[in-house]
């Protein structure tokens, strides 16, 4: 079954930086765009960044635009999330998917907390 694992948060202070990861299985990886998500209690999910099958075509979203990369290895089926800069409302839980796949269940997902 189609499954995610992330991986890489934690705590840090602003400013700092932290790179996530997100491992996946169940399907033929290459073949599907792949996003992150981030959720805070009470707020909805909410779409940080897509990255395509391959070459041109990522998109953030307008808060993270400068500060975050997102990035994929199709050979080991994981897509990064690199944050530098990290501001506290950046804090989050964040969770990676295949885009505009609704079936999908989300994975765990990792906190990640930035405060001083």
């Known amino acids: 079954q189609v499954q995610f694992v992330e991986s890489g948060g934690g705590l840090v202070q602003p400013g700092g930086s932290l790179r996530l990861s997100c491992a996946a299985s169940g399907f033929t990886f290459g073949f599907y765009y792949m996003s992150w998500y981030r959720q805070t209690p009470g707020k909805e999910r909410e779409l940080v960044a897509t990255?395509?099958?391959?070459?041109?075509?990522?998109n953030y979203a307008d808060s993270v635009k400068g500060r975050f990369t997102i990035s994929r290895d199709n050979a080991k089926k994981t897509v990064y999330l690199q944050m530098n800069s990290l501001k506290p409302e950046d804090t989050a839980v964040y969770f990676c998917?295949?885009?505009?796949?609704?079936?999908?269940?989300w994975g765990q997902g990792t906190q990640v907390t930035v405060s001083s």
């Open positions: 998917k295949r885009t505009n796949q609704d079936s999908d269940s």
């Open positions: 990255v395509p099958t391959a070459g041109s075509g990522i």
